[in-house]
C-alpha cells in the first residue's frame, strides 16, 4: 500500500504563478512513525505526518494485500489492525478515567509484548465499561489467523475476506460507539500521535496529511462491513500505472 503526498512548494508555485498545480503528487509507502519524508521530481523535500492511527493504516494495508493478490499478508495485517485497535480502546479508556500517560505507559510495559496479555485486559476493561462480553473474532476466525500465521497456511482470497469482514464486524460498532461517546479523547489520542511522529525531524516544518481509510476515526467516514464492496481510491490506480 502507498500514500498520496503533494509537495506544497510546487503548489505554492503553481498558484503563485497563477496556473493549475502540476504534477506535484506522488505516492510513496507508509511509515511506521507515520512521519513521511519525500523529494518531489523538481527536487524539493517534504516532511508531512499522516493523521491515521496504526490500527486505521495496517487494515488499509490489508486491504491493498487482497487487490494486488497477498491473502496470507492480508489476514496477518488485520489481525495486526485488531491487536492495535485494541491497544487504542484500552488507552482511550485509561484517559477516560484520568490515568496519567506516563503512569499508564508504565504498565502498557507489562503487557506490550504479549497480545494475550493485552486481550484479557480488553474483555475486562469493555466488562466493566460496558456490563457484556466484549465483542470478538469467532472462534472459527481465530483459528484460520493461527493456521496463516504459526502454520504457514496458503490463504485463499475468500479466507482474506472472511477474515477481513470479521476484523470489521468486531471493530466497527464499538469505534461507531467511541466516535460518538469520546471524540474529544480521540482527537486528543490524534494530537498525541501527530506530535510523537513529528519528533523524527524536530526541526523542519511538517504538515498533517490525511486519508481516507476502511476503519476510520473520522466521524464523517460510512463503515464498509464486505470488503467485496471495497476498491482502492481512484488516484491509487491512476498514479500506480
Ligand atoms: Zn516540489
Known sequence: MKVLTVCHKCLDDAIAKGRPAGP?????????????????????????????????????????????????????????????FIEFYITLM?????????????????????SERQLGAYFFIFLLQEGRQAPYLPKKMIELRNKVIHKGRIASYEDAILFGNSVLQTVNPILATLK???????????FDHLFSAKQEYPNVPTSTSSMTTILSIMKESVPIYDLRDWKPPLYYTELSS
Open 180 to 190: 460518538e461517546q469520546h471524540g474529544d479523547l480521540i482527537q486528543e489520542i490524534v
Open 24 to 84: 506535484t503528487m506522488s505516492l510513496i509507502s507508509p511509515t511506521d512513525s507515520g512521519m513521511l519524508k519525500f523529494d518531489c521530481e523538481n527536487s524539493h523535500t517534504s516532511y508531512s505526518v499522516m493523521q491515521q492511527l496504526r490500527f486505521e493504516v495496517l487494515f488499509e494495508i490489508g486491504a491493498h494485500a487482497i487487490f494486488d493478490n497477498y491473502y496470507r499478508e492480508a489476514i496477518s495485517s488485520f489481525a495486526s489492525s485488531l491487536e492495535r
Open 94 to 114: 485509561c484517559r477516560k478515567h484520568k490515568i496519567d500517560t506516563k503512569v499508564f505507559s508504565e504498565s502498557w510495559k507489562e503487557v506490550s509484548n504479549q
